[in-house]
């Protein structure tokens, strides 16, 4: 059609409005505006006041709405407003007609009335993130077009999905950045000896193991030990009074040889034994697949003395009781060690992030908040932080709360879910819960949450319920302006 072809070509030429959506076409006022998406179509409907519009006996005004997005463009049902002349020159040439058999025809006399618009098209992939325009062309009396604008009346369709503020907690801050690093040796002594031979054995092994934990944090300047803690344990077989000689001697023994290695001042290495580590007996069995396992987890458990809780299980259950002595005692016989240590805090950015960079494990969870504000919320970098925060500080409720957040940015809700657990007792954790529900579009799963967040005090909690109220693919404008 004549008009059509000219409508595509002038909306390369002429645009008049550029910015949020227009309440005027040019003498006719948009009083009502729905642009909505719904199975699968795009409603258009609106109602328009021409009362201050005013058209001659030999003039045709053409509105004629469009669904623009780039280059590519669909027009609309068009309303021609037709003078009387030019109505009964049309009604005699047809084939020129403006307006066509889809198209909807008034006369001047019906613009006092608010004229009603809907239109439904089918919502194509190029359709996505288009603009709503409507286009005024007027025709004179010698077939003549002019367009006279082109309004943008919805910038942008659908709307951008809305998503939630997340909050991210700032940790408490340390005094005193204490922590702890612990191990096992199994340190072997001749039948009944308690002195110490380094060569005897595995021994240098075992003993490598102390000396390289206290070594890996005596060498850091940026730490300082506070105390060494050893505790002996020995098997329970045999008399409970020897394993007690054996614990006891064999636990001062280990002291006296770190105490050579260093030099460590008076009470610096405090020292505890246990004769007999029923406790590990009882974990063993336990997660054993012994024929007579129950009855004996019974003795194990039971108020005897430990001699004979040993002599029951030792003469009632032979086959058992050599098993674990091959195969659970040896691990029984050790020795636990625990240093406790100071790290001073970081303050500058730059060194933050190069002990982030190298020994994450030396940071507090404020410290990596801190060099998180200088990341772009949502970058790499930034979801790596609250990442690695949470690997060192697996249990902590903040470390969590602030992982899963990260966790939702990247869509990875699963992760953030697991986290959120780990999380509960936070009120910004309900937050974050009715906020991953938004962001995996189940809004209605989401109000719970947000309801119960907001009874808590959360106040971005009242501007989420707020929002996901209003349908992200309904457009709606309201013009009451009398």
């Known amino acids: 059609m004549k008009i059509r072809r000219f409508l595509l070509s002038a909306l390369t030429v002429l645009s008049c409005v550029a910015s949020g959506y227009a309440q005027n076409i040019k003498d006719v006022e948009v009083k009502e505006l729905t642009m909505e998406l719904r199975d699968g179509y795009i409603n258009v409907d609106m109602d328009l006041d021409m009362s201050n519009l ?24 068009s309303i021609g407003i037709y003078g ?79 998503l939630p503020e997340l909050i991210y907690i700032r940790p408490e801050h340390e005094m005193d950045k204490t922590r702890e690093i612990s191990g096992t040796a199994y340190i072997d002594f001749p039948v009944s000896r308690i002195d110490i031979d380094p060569e005897y054995r595995n021994n240098i092994m075992e003993l490598s193991k102390i000396i390289g934990t206290i070594d890996s944090v005596k060498r850091d300047e940026d730490i300082t030990i506070r105390s060494l803690s050893i505790k002996g344990f020995a098997s329970p077989e045999s008399p409970y009074s020897n394993n007690t000689y054996l614990a006891k001697g064999r636990t ?33 069995v336990m997660a054993s697949d012994l024929t007579n396992k129950e009855k004996i987890l019974e003795v ?4 005897r003395e430990p001699d004979a809780k ?34 001073r805090a970081y303050t500058d950015t ?20 801190i060099l998180a504000q200088s990341y772009d919320p949502g970058s790499e970098d930034f979801n790596e ?31 953030a879910l697991r986290y959120l657990d ?10 974050a819960r009715g906020a991953l529900e938004v962001y995996m579009e189940d809004n209605a799963a989401a109000r719970p949450y947000l309801e119960q967040a907001r009874k808590l005090g959360i106040r971005q909690a009242e501007t989420t319920l707020s929002e996901i109220s209003k349908n992200r693919m309904i457009y709606k404008m309201t013009n009451n302006k009398q």
């Not at 280990?254 to 007999?276: A, C, M, N, R, W």
């Not at 932080?385 to 699963?414: G, H, Q």
């Open 84 to 162: 009387r002349n030019r109505r009964i020159f049309y009604q005699r040439n047809i084939d020129v007609k403006p307006t066509g058999g889809r198209d909807r025809d008034l006369a001047p006399s019906e613009l006092d009335n608010i004229i009603e618009y809907k239109e439904s098209v089918g919502f194509l992939q190029w359709m996505d993130g288009c603009r709503l325009t409507v286009l005024r062309t007027d025709y004179g009396c010698c077939d003549g077009a002019d367009l006279v604008c082109s309004t943008d009346l919805v910038e942008k369709f659908p709307l951008d999905p809305y």
């Open 252 to 284: 001062a023994a280990l002291k006296t040889y770190v105490q050579g290695l260093y030099h460590f001042e008076d009470g610096f290495i405090k020292t505890s034994y246990e004769p007999e580590d029923w406790d590990g007996l009882e974990k063993y």
């Open 350 to 369: 730059l060194e933050i992030e190069n002990i982030f960079r190298t020994a994450p494990q030396k940071l507090s969870l404020e410290e990596f908040y």
């Open 422 to 431: 780990k999380a509960e007792g936070l009120p910004e954790a309900v937050y």
């Open 310 to 343: 040993e002599w029951v299980i030792k003469s009632t259950w032979k086959n058992e009781y050599k098993y674990l002595l091959e195969h659970c005692y040896p691990a029984l016989r050790r020795s636990d060690y625990r240093i406790e240590y100071t790290i």
């Open 385 to 415: 932080l609250f990442e690695t925060a949470v690997r060192m500080y697996p249990n902590d409720p903040v470390a969590n709360l602030n992982a899963a957040n990260s966790a939702i940015i990247k869509k990875d809700y699963r992760r």
């Open 54 to 77: 005013r058209v001659k006996g030999t003039q045709v005004v053409v509105l004629t709405p469009c669904i623009i997005n780039g280059n590519d463009s669909l027009m609309l049902k």
């Open 300 to 303: 194990i458990r039971s108020d």
